[in-house]
């Protein structure tokens, strides 16, 4: 099957412009989204790796650090499930430059603080700005991607989270190290605001729900205009490999969030590095991420041709499989160690990170993407804005590294929990995989 079968152009409504026909267009988009969530983490990175400079600057302890990491996360997960709902009833071309200019000026903003309440409503206030993007993304792509690419698509969508993590650490590592602080929010917010104009003119709304028509799935009444946001998120939940996938995206993320918010001061503190080398060596996960993302999209979508799970399957694989790495990680007492911890726990991470939002599209009605999408950032981040918090005070107790190593217990249970949710996909009939 050619890449056009994935893609034909459906005839335009009064509401959406007809996107450019052929194959090449959705991959375009792909490339311009990949900058946008590139950005989308990079912003949000940067505050983790100068967290010791801001520890030294304001006076403050692993606790009030951890709430400045889930400032971002509480809002972040509170705002979702209403982005999702927005993001299914308004033009996601719009929705995504509005939303990168900003968070993108907030960015810049955090560069201004003087205070530490000050640093909490800016990260709080970037967490709103950014909710709104995954929805309206990944919604997108899947109205250009159909379910045969849909995890290709994605996972390369999801190389730009590890490429802007690593990316973002090593950009406010360096000029935190020559200029101070506040230069790396400065440059990323006015990098994004000039973006954000290059994606308003090129990004064009499809037809929601194109691809599956064009791979002859059979179409409902969408019923989404009478709908509450209420009604949306009670027939996702009452979906119950959907249900089950959001509880596997809390643990996944507790993980991960540990991760992105203490592992450059971790390195900082037991190798003794200064800012930039502790951030240059923490980009090891991400980028060994990138691959297993890569990996992760192509497995899944084989796998997805023979089981309506397969794609979830995989998700567990990767989660399972990462487990030892985050123990080895968080106890490594050489460098050399904790590197190779770290590629093992990114390349399984990202085996099952390309395949967050295409499992939950395998099981939603496309006209529900948007809701389902923010429902899961929504119920995932709360595992994001616990663990910053968690594992700063089990580190006032028990150690930095020994509170790391422990969340490994937590992979492995949503793995096994991910292996049920695979199970119950098999029985919805809208499975389009």
């Not at 969030?257 to 592992?263: E, N, P, Y």
């Not at 899961?376 to 790391?404: D, Q």
Request: one cysteine or more.
């Amino acid at each position: 099957m050619t890449m056009d079968s994935d893609f034909e152009t459906a005839p335009a409504t009064p509401k959406t412009r007809r996107p450019p026909a052929g194959a090449s267009y959705p991959w375009v988009v792909l490339g311009l989204l990949w900058f946008c969530g590139f950005f989308n983490y990079a912003d949000r990175q940067a505050l983790y790796s100068v967290f010791q400079p801001l520890k030294e600057q304001f006076q403050l302890d692993d606790d009030q650090l951890g709430w400045i990491g889930s400032a971002f996360m509480i809002v972040y997960a509170s705002t979702a499930p209403l982005a999702g709902f927005v993001v299914d009833r308004v033009s996601r071309r719009v929705l995504v430059p509005v939303g990168l200019a900003f968070w993108s000026l907030v960015c810049a903003a955090t560069g201004y603080c003087g205070t530490y309440w000050q640093l909490i409503a800016v990260r709080a206030a970037e967490g709103l700005g950014e909710s709104f993007y995954f929805p309206a993304s990944m919604s997108l792509l899947a109205d250009y991607h159909g379910p045969r690419t849909r995890s290709r698509a994605l996972s390369i969508h999801q190389t730009s989270v590890y490429l802007g993590t690593a990316g973002g650490a090593v950009l406010a590592g360096g000029l935190a190290k020559r200029y101070g602080w506040p230069a790396p929010f400065l440059a990323l917010g006015v990098m994004g605001m000039l973006y954000a104009v290059v994606l308003a003119f090129w990004l064009v709304e499809p037809e929601r729900g194109q691809t599956e028509r064009a791979e002859d799935a059979a179409p409902e009444a969408d019923l989404t205009a009478s709908m509450t946001l209420w009604d949306k998120v009670a027939r996702i939940l009452s979906n119950r490999a959907a249900l089950l996938l959001l509880l596997v995206f809390v643990g996944a993320n507790f993980v991960a969030s540990t991760f992105l918010t203490w592992l450059p001061t971790f390195i900082l503190r037991k190798f003794e590095m200064d800012v930039s080398n502790s951030s240059l060596t923490s980009t090891a996960w991400p980028l060994a991420s990138l691959v297993g993302a890569l990996c992760g999209g192509v497995l899944a979508d084989w796998r997805a041709r023979h089981r309506k799970g397969g794609r979830i399957q995989v998700q567990s694989l990767g989660l399972i499989l990462g487990a030892p790495f985050v123990y080895w990680a968080g106890v490594s007492s050489t460098l050399p160690v904790l590197v190779t911890a770290l590629l093992g726990a990114g390349l399984c991470k990202g085996i099952y990170d390309a395949n967050i939002f295409a499992s939950l599209f395998d099981v939603v009605a496309p006209e529900d993407r948007g809701t389902a999408a923010g429902l899961m950032n929504s119920v995932g981040w709360t595992g994001g804005f616990l663990a910053p918090v968690a594992v700063g005070y089990a580190s006032k107790y028990y150690g930095l590294s020994v509170a790391i190593g422990s969340t490994a217990v937590v992979y492995f249970l949503v793995g096994i929990l991910a292996l049920f949710a695979a199970r119950a996909a098999e029985r919805p009939s809208r499975a389009p995989g």
